[in-house]
């Protein structure tokens, strides 16, 4: 039975700092800290997690950031650009803003919109883009008032190194529908109203290498528990190679390769961020999953420590 996801549920990257990291996601950009963990895979790395004030799905970037990571490069085979959407009428404001801040960003246009494209500060490639659909921002921070905050993901500009081969399970697996081409860009739309329109480079692109300013992997969204056992069955009916349910605390997860080379994720949108920290402190401390918590002590020293701070430019 053919399936739908509604979009993009969260993006994961590589980065050197995790004060830098806060500085830009939650200082420039105006996100909210939803969960302060760590790598299950690697309890020595923070697992950030910035969004909206939910960290609904749609809205999530999380981060690995580790001092010594190497500088990746953004070429085929990753998520090559991360779209955030912003209300309409806001990007004067976001244009305003990133100078005032000193961030540089070029203007540029697509299937008739406008974008503003920057860098964070580890060359992890962004955007901004008015967008109608998804709900407004309850989130306010750093001057950015809620009428022109980040509402979320746009979407994102894939780079694969077989551009036929991503568009095919973009289409028949993942259930996105193709809906126009411009270009080297086709464009796929997906049926949620947040990270619902990727595009993709039909050009050949680049080598990439993984490392600090690049993508790991991208998750679209399966709506539950019993959606996602039924997105697991379809992706390998499929003849792609999904692992097994991985239990992230805050989604269930199943990874798998696509041919041209992008790690995809399949995240749950139950349970959420609010799991394990009220609503109005997530983010606050380091939450760790059980089995973590007998080496919660030794897991802490080991932690850069920094904080969630307004930028001294939007404190004058
Ligand atoms: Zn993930």
Known sequence: MAKHTAGIHHITAFVRSAQATADFYAGVLGLRLVKKTINFDAPEVYHLYFGDEIGSPGTIITFFPWAHSRKGKIGGGQVGVTTYAVPEGALPFWAERLERLGVSFHRTERFGEQYLQLEDRDGLQLELVERMAGSLSNWSFGGIPADKAIKGFGGAVLYSTSPRETMRVLEQVMGLEKTAEEGDIIRFKATGDLGNLIDIKTSLQSYSAGGAGTVHHIAWR??????????????QA????????????????IYFREPGGILFEIATDPPGFARDEEKDELGSRLMLPEWYEPRRAEIERNLEPFVVRELEEDKK
């Open 222 to 235: 399966a709506q539950d528990d019993t959606d996602h056992e039924a997105w697991r069955q379809h992706v």
């Open 238 to 253: 499929s003849g792609l190679q999904p692992t097994p349910i991985v239990d992230r605390q805050y989604f269930n997860a």
